[in-house]
C-alpha cells in the first residue's frame, strides 16, 4: 500500500480564549494518499479550516501524531517549519491574497526567493507557471487590473511555481461567481488529474466539492462519514 | 539584493506618504549636512594664512586686551623666533555690519617677513603700499566681490577704534591685491584689508603703543610648545603676562569666543533627528500595520520570522539611507552659498560619513518596532483579521 501522504492520529487542537479551552479537533485520525483530490466540507466552526491550516503546517497540534509529506510535524520548530512549507506547501486563499503592488509575475516569483534560483530562471518559472494556469498574457499585470477569476489563477500560479508536494486551498471560489469558479475548478482538477498534485480542499459550495475525488464532512471537530466520486 | 525589487515596490506602496516621509528626511539631512560642514570648519579652522610654523602671542587673560608693541624686541629675541610682526583687531565692515571685512594694522617688513612664502603681493603693488601712507593690500576675492579696482577709495567703519575727530571712518587707498599661494588659504584670506599699522596707530585716539597680538615664525615647528612656553616665561610676573599658541589653537579660542558653536549646531541637530525619529518611526508603523495581512501571507509562503524582519529593516534602510544620500548631496551644493556667508572658513565634504551612519542608525532604530511585531506575527491570527 502506498505510503499516505498526510497522515493524522489521535490529533488534538485545543485553544484558550480567556479562561476556556475550547478543543477545536477532538482527537481525528486521517489518511490522505499522494495524488488525491480531496474537499472537505462542513459548517462554520467545525474545524474545517483548523485542520487544513495543521496539514499545511502553518499551526501545530496540541497532541497526537501529525506527519506530512514524510516529516513529523508536530516536532518543528518556527524556523523549520518555515523551511518545509517553502518546499512542499502551495497555499491557495479565498480572497487571492496577491501583493496588490507586484504584477502577476513578481506575485508568482514570490515562493522562489526563498530557493537559489537565479534571477532569469525566476522570471521564466514564474512565466511558465502563469502559462500553466492560463494567464500569461496577464503577467505584467497587477492585481487591481485582473477579474477574481484572472487574481484566482495568479494565486494558483503562485502556490504551484515551487512545484510543492501538496496543494491547500482554503475556499479558493468562495469569492468568484458560479462561471469563474468553475474554471478555477476545473484547473484544480487539471492539475490533479494531468500533474498528479495532491489538493485539499475546504468549500462550502457542494458543486465545488463534486469536483473533488473524496469529500469529507466534519462537524464539531471531528470528522463524519467520508464519501468518495462515484 | 533578490529581495530589493520587492522592498522598493513595498517602499512605493502609498506613493504620497513616501514622497513627504522622503522629504522629510531629506530636508532634516540637508540641514546635517549643512550644520555638520559649518561645525567642521569652526572646530578644525585652518588658521587663516599661518602654517605649523606659526605661534601666536596674545594677553594671558583675553584676546581682547592688548599687549604693548615693546613686547615684539623681547620675542625677536627668543632663541628659535626667525621673525615676529604685529597685529591688531580692527572690527571693520564695509557701508553695513553684514559686510564684514578682516582689516588688519600690519607692520609691513616684519609682517611679510613672517609670510614671505605664503602670500602673493606683484612688486608693483608692494612698492606702491609701502610708498602711501593710507595704502591698502586688497584679497582678489573681496575685489571682485564689491567690484573695487586699484585706485579706488576704500572707506572701512570700525566697531572699535575711533579717530581723534571721533570718528569710526576710516579711509584707504586700494593699491593692489592679495593673494594667497595655498588655495585653502586663499579661502581662509577672502576678506582680508591689509593696512599699515603707522597710519592707524596715528590715526586712534586711544591705545597708541599697543598692539592685538604678536605672530612669530619659528624655526623649528617641532619645537613649537617648547618655544611657547619660552616666550611666555620672558614677560612672566609682568604687567601684560602673555599666552602663546599655535596659530591654530588660537582661531579656534577667537571663534570660541562667540559661544560654543559646536554645542549650539549639536542641539539644534538633536531636535532635528529626535522629531525626526517619532515621524518617519510613526510612519513605519503606521506603514507595517497596514501590512499585516501581506505579512502574513509571505510567512505562509514560507518566509522566516528573520527574512521578515529583513525586510522590514531593508525597507527603513532604503527610505533613510536614499533620503539621507540627497540631502547630503544638496547640502554640497549649497557649499558655495555657505561659503559666501561665512567668509574666511574653508568647508569640506567630511559629513559624508557621519550622515550616512546616522541615517543607518536612524533607519535601524525606526525599523526595529515594527519589524520585530512582524517578524512575531501570528500567521493565523493575522490571516483571520485577528492581529
Same mark, same amino acid.
Given at each position: 500500500?502506498?505510503?499516505?501522504?498526510?497522515?493524522?492520529?489521535?490529533?488534538?487542537?485545543?485553544?484558550?480564549?480567556?479562561?476556556?479551552?475550547?478543543?477545536?479537533?477532538?482527537?481525528?485520525?486521517?489518511?490522505?494518499?499522494?495524488?488525491?483530490?480531496?474537499?472537505?466540507?462542513?459548517?462554520?466552526?467545525?474545524?474545517?479550516?483548523?485542520?487544513?491550516?495543521?496539514?499545511?503546517?502553518?499551526?501545530?497540534?496540541?497532541?497526537?501524531?501529525?506527519?506530512?509529506?514524510?516529516?513529523?510535524?508536530?516536532?518543528?520548530?518556527?524556523?523549520?517549519?518555515?523551511?518545509?512549507?517553502?518546499?512542499?506547501?502551495?497555499?491557495?486563499?479565498?480572497?487571492?491574497?496577491?501583493?496588490?503592488?507586484?504584477?502577476?509575475?513578481?506575485?508568482?516569483?514570490?515562493?522562489?526567493?526563498?530557493?537559489?534560483?537565479?534571477?532569469?530562471?525566476?522570471?521564466?518559472?514564474?512565466?511558465?507557471?502563469?502559462?500553466?494556469?492560463?494567464?500569461?498574457?496577464?503577467?505584467?499585470?497587477?492585481?487591481?487590473?485582473?477579474?477574481?477569476?484572472?487574481?484566482?489563477?495568479?494565486?494558483?500560479?503562485?502556490?504551484?511555481?515551487?512545484?510543492?508536494?501538496?496543494?491547500?486551498?482554503?475556499?479558493?471560489?468562495?469569492?468568484?461567481?458560479?462561471?469563474?469558479?468553475?474554471?478555477?475548478?476545473?484547473?484544480?482538477?487539471?492539475?490533479?488529474?494531468?500533474?498528479?498534485?495532491?489538493?485539499?480542499?475546504?468549500?462550502?459550495?457542494?458543486?465545488?466539492?463534486?469536483?473533488?475525488?473524496?469529500?469529507?464532512?466534519?462537524?464539531?471537530?471531528?470528522?463524519?462519514?467520508?464519501?468518495?466520486?462515484? | 539584493m533578490?529581495y530589493l525589487p520587492l522592498i522598493w515596490a513595498t517602499l512605493w506602496r502609498k506613493k504620497i506618504r513616501t514622497i513627504f516621509t522622503l522629504a522629510s528626511i531629506v530636508i532634516a539631512f540637508l540641514l546635517f549636512g549643512v550644520l555638520e560642514t559649518v561645525d567642521a570648519a569652526?572646530t578644525?579652522?585652518?588658521?587663516?594664512?599661518?602654517? $605649523?610654523?606659526?605661534? +601666536? #602671542?596674545?594677553?594671558?587673560?583675553?584676546?581682547?586686551? /592688548?599687549?604693548?608693541?615693546?613686547? !615684539? %624686541?623681547? =620675542?625677536?629675541?627668543?632663541?628659535?623666533?626667525? $621673525?615676529?610682526?604685529? +597685529? #591688531?583687531?580692527?572690527?571693520?565692515?564695509?557701508?553695513? /555690519?553684514?559686510?564684514?571685512?578682516? !582689516? %588688519?594694522? =600690519?607692520?609691513?617688513?616684519?609682517?611679510?617677513?613672517?609670510?614671505?612664502?605664503?602670500?602673493?603681493?606683484?612688486?608693483?603693488?608692494?612698492? /606702491?603700499?609701502?610708498?602711501?601712507?593710507?595704502?591698502?593690500?586688497?584679497?582678489?576675492?573681496?575685489?571682485?566681490?564689491?567690484?573695487?579696482?586699484?585706485?579706488?577709495?576704500?572707506?572701512?567703519?570700525?566697531?572699535?577704534?575711533?579717530?581723534?575727530?571721533?570718528?569710526?571712518?576710516?579711509?584707504?587707498?586700494?593699491?593692489?591685491?592679495?593673494?594667497?599661494?595655498?588655495?585653502?588659504?586663499?579661502?581662509?584670506?577672502?576678506?582680508?584689508?591689509?593696512?599699515?599699522?603707522?597710519?592707524?596707530?596715528?590715526?586712534?585716539?586711544?591705545?597708541?603703543?599697543?598692539?592685538?597680538?604678536?605672530?612669530?615664525?619659528?624655526?623649528?615647528?617641532?619645537?613649537?610648545?617648547?618655544?611657547?612656553?619660552?616666550?611666555?616665561?620672558?614677560?612672566?610676573?609682568?604687567?601684560?603676562?602673555?599666552?602663546?599658541?599655535?596659530?591654530?589653537?588660537?582661531?579656534?579660542?577667537?571663534?570660541?569666543?562667540?559661544?560654543?558653536?559646536g554645542?549650539v549646531l549639536r542641539a539644534i541637530l538633536g531636535a532635528v533627528f529626535f522629531t525626526l525619529l517619532f515621524l518617519t518611526g510613526n510612519t513605519m508603523m503606521q506603514s507595517v500595520?497596514?501590512r499585516?495581512?501581506?505579512?502574513?501571507?509571505?510567512?505562509?509562503?514560507?518566509?522566516?520570522?528573520g527574512?521578515v524582519l529583513m525586510l522590514v529593516v531593508g525597507e527603513s534602510m532604503l527610505l533613510c539611507v536614499l533620503a539621507a544620500l540627497v540631502g547630503l548631496a544638496l547640502s554640497f551644493a549649497a557649499l558655495?552659498?555657505i561659503?559666501?556667508?561665512?567668509?574666511?572658513?574653508?568647508l569640506s565634504r567630511d559629513a559624508w560619513i557621519p550622515g550616512l551612519g546616522i541615517a543607518v542608525l536612524l533607519a535601524l532604530v525606526i525599523a526595529m518596532p515594527p519589524g520585530i511585531r512582524a517578524m512575531?506575527?501570528?500567521?493565523?491570527?493575522?490571516?483571520?483579521?485577528?492581529?
Amino acid at each position: 500500500m502506498t505510503e499516505p501522504i498526510v497522515s493524522l492520529r489521535h490529533v488534538v487542537k485545543r485553544y484558550v480564549r480567556g479562561r476556556q479551552a475550547v478543543e477545536v479537533l477532538q482527537g481525528l485520525d486521517l489518511d490522505i494518499a499522494p495524488g488525491e483530490f480531496v474537499a472537505l466540507m462542513g459548517p462554520s466552526g467545525s474545524g474545517k479550516t483548523t485542520l487544513l491550516n495543521l496539514i499545511g503546517g502553518l499551526d501545530q497540534p496540541t497532541s497526537g501524531e501529525l506527519t506530512v509529506a514524510g516529516q513529523r510535524l508536530e516536532r518543528l520548530g518556527s524556523g523549520a517549519l518555515s523551511r518545509w512549507r517553502a518546499r512542499h506547501v502551495g497555499f491557495v486563499f479565498q480572497f487571492y491574497n496577491l501583493m496588490p503592488m507586484l504584477t502577476a509575475q513578481r506575485n508568482v516569483e514570490l515562493p522562489l526567493l526563498l530557493t537559489s534560483l537565479p534571477a532569469a530562471k525566476r522570471r521564466a518559472n514564474a512565466l511558465a507557471a502563469l502559462t500553466l494556469v492560463g494567464i500569461a498574457d496577464r503577467a505584467n499585470h497587477k492585481p487591481n487590473e485582473l477579474s477574481g477569476g484572472q487574481a484566482q489563477r495568479v494565486a494558483i500560479a503562485r502556490a504551484l511555481v515551487a512545484d510543492p508536494t501538496l496543494l491547500v486551498c482554503d475556499e479558493p471560489t468562495g469569492d468568484l461567481d458560479r462561471k469563474s469558479a468553475d474554471e478555477v475548478l476545473h484547473l484544480l482538477q487539471e492539475l490533479n488529474r494531468d500533474f498528479g498534485k495532491t489538493i485539499i480542499m475546504v468549500t462550502h459550495d457542494p458543486k465545488a466539492a463534486e469536483f473533488a475525488g473524496r469529500r469529507l464532512h466534519m462537524d464539531k471537530g471531528a470528522l463524519l462519514a467520508a464519501e468518495s466520486a462515484a | 539584493m533578490k529581495y530589493l525589487p520587492l522592498i522598493w515596490a513595498t517602499l512605493w506602496r502609498k506613493k504620497i506618504r513616501t514622497i513627504f516621509t522622503l522629504a522629510s528626511i531629506v530636508i532634516a539631512f540637508l540641514l546635517f549636512g549643512v550644520l555638520e560642514t559649518v561645525d567642521a570648519a569652526f572646530t578644525h579652522p585652518n588658521g587663516g594664512a599661518s602654517g $605649523a610654523d606659526k605661534l +601666536i #602671542t596674545t594677553n594671558k587673560y583675553s584676546i581682547t586686551l /592688548s599687549l604693548p608693541l615693546a613686547d !615684539a %624686541q623681547q =620675542i625677536a629675541g627668543v632663541s628659535g623666533v626667525v $621673525a615676529v610682526t604685529w +597685529i #591688531t583687531w580692527f572690527g571693520g565692515y564695509y557701508q553695513e /555690519s553684514k559686510n564684514f571685512i578682516f !582689516a %588688519q594694522p =600690519i607692520d609691513t617688513a616684519s609682517y611679510f617677513n613672517v609670510y614671505k612664502d605664503e602670500l602673493i603681493v606683484s612688486d608693483a603693488a608692494m612698492q /606702491s603700499f609701502l610708498e602711501t601712507r593710507t595704502g591698502a593690500l586688497v584679497d582678489v576675492a573681496l575685489m571682485k566681490k564689491f567690484g573695487w579696482k586699484v585706485g579706488d577709495r576704500l572707506p572701512l567703519h570700525s566697531a572699535i577704534w575711533t579717530q581723534k575727530d571721533g570718528s569710526l571712518d576710516w579711509i584707504f587707498d586700494i593699491v593692489g591685491t592679495l593673494d594667497a599661494k595655498d588655495p585653502a588659504q586663499a579661502s581662509a584670506l577672502s576678506s582680508t584689508v591689509l593696512f599699515h599699522y603707522e597710519y592707524f596707530d596715528e590715526g586712534r585716539n586711544f591705545g597708541k603703543g599697543d598692539v592685538g597680538w604678536f605672530e612669530e615664525r619659528v624655526a623649528d615647528p617641532a619645537q613649537s610648545a617648547e618655544m611657547s612656553s619660552r616666550i611666555d616665561a620672558v614677560f612672566a610676573n609682568s604687567p601684560n603676562e602673555t599666552k602663546t599658541q599655535p596659530a591654530k589653537d588660537f582661531a579656534m579660542a577667537f571663534i570660541k569666543q562667540y559661544g560654543d558653536i559646536g554645542f549650539v549646531l549639536r542641539a539644534i541637530l538633536g531636535a532635528v533627528f529626535f522629531t525626526l525619529l517619532f515621524l518617519t518611526g510613526n510612519t513605519m508603523m503606521q506603514s507595517v500595520k497596514e501590512r499585516i495581512p501581506e505579512l502574513a501571507v509571505l510567512k505562509t509562503l514560507g518566509f522566516a520570522d528573520g527574512t521578515v524582519l529583513m525586510l522590514v529593516v531593508g525597507e527603513s534602510m532604503l527610505l533613510c539611507v536614499l533620503a539621507a544620500l540627497v540631502g547630503l548631496a544638496l547640502s554640497f551644493a549649497a557649499l558655495p552659498v555657505i561659503r559666501g556667508a561665512l567668509q574666511g572658513v574653508e568647508l569640506s565634504r567630511d559629513a559624508w560619513i557621519p550622515g550616512l551612519g546616522i541615517a543607518v542608525l536612524l533607519a535601524l532604530v525606526i525599523a526595529m518596532p515594527p519589524g520585530i511585531r512582524a517578524m512575531r506575527l501570528n500567521i493565523i491570527d493575522a490571516l483571520a483579521d485577528r492581529h
